[in-house]
Nanobody, 114 residues
């Protein structure tokens, strides 16, 4: 059974950086496309970034292009989301999603505030 655990969320000042991690177990991780989403109260969950099985293909929502970088380490069953130049609009619960398993993690909270 797949298990997904995100970590790395925190309170950070505008302009700051954070790196989120997502550890996946119970599957052959290197075969799975992974995505990051985020959600704020009262809004729909928003797709943020995606990464192919080898890490060579990455995609981003326009609002984070040039600021966020998604990567993965298949040896560690982990996908990362490096976030830079954070703004209050980036504040949200961030979720990791395994496309093949259709499985979500519990989320990690990012708050950008002075």
């Amino acid at each position: 059974q797949v298990q997904i655990v995100e970590s790395g969320g925190d309170l950070v000042q505008p302009g700051g950086s954070l790196r989120l991690s997502c550890v996946v177990s119970g599957v052959t991780f290197s075969d799975h496309v992974m995505k990051w989403y985020r959600q704020t109260p009262g809004k729909q969950r928003e797709w943020v970034a995606g990464i192919g099985t080898t890490g060579e293909r990455t995609t981003y929502v326009d609002s984070v292009k040039g600021r966020f970088t998604v990567s993965r380490d298949n040896a560690k069953n982990t996908v990362y989301l490096q976030m830079r130049s954070l703004t209050p609009e980036d504040s949200a619960m961030y979720y990791c999603y395994d496309v093949f398993s259709d499985a979500w993690g519990q989320g990690t909270q990012v708050t950008v505030s002075s």
